[in-house]
Every structure is written in structure tokens, then in C-alpha cells.
């Protein structure tokens, strides 16, 4: 299992830190800062999850005015993990 750090930007997280086993699958989420019950919930839905189906389900969604979320974020460390 190789874990990831992913900082992201534009959003109220502070950081993304989250394992990918040797199948692409995606365990042990956790949000630094941002809303504690919804970063919680994707972290809590996301594990077990194919890195690359739940890159592509969270890619584009946005929080309120701004042009990207925390589940947009974390879609996007996950195909920054998954490029390496």
C-alpha cells in the first residue's frame, strides 16, 4: 500500500492524505480542516473505492461560488497519485 499527500488549493482543506493499495483501490482518507462532517462522509463513501472511478465521479464538483471543492480536490490528488 503506498500513501499519498495531496495539497490542495482554493478550498477550506489544509490537506488531503489517503493510501492506494497495490489493485487501485483507496483506503485510510482523511481531510485536514474543511467541513468535518462532509469531508468525514467522502473519506467514510470513498474507501474501498476504485481510484480512477471515484477521480472521475468527484472531478468538477464545486463548493457554492467557488470553482472547485473538496471532493474536486481530492479527485484531483487522486490522478496526481495515480500518474506517478
Known sequence: MEHYSY???G????MI???LDEAG??????FTGGCSG???GVGA???????AALAERLRGIRCGAKATSCPDQFGAALGAAMAE
Not at 478550498?11 to 489544509?14: H, K, P, Y
Open 45 to 51: 463513501l470513498a474507501e474501498g473505492m476504485d481510484a
Open 17 to 19: 492524505d489517503f493510501d
Open 25 to 30: 483501490k483507496v483506503h485510510n482518507v482523511r
Open 7 to 9: 495539497k490542495p488549493s
Open 38 to 40: 462532509n469531508t468525514q
Open 11 to 14: 478550498v477550506c482543506s489544509r
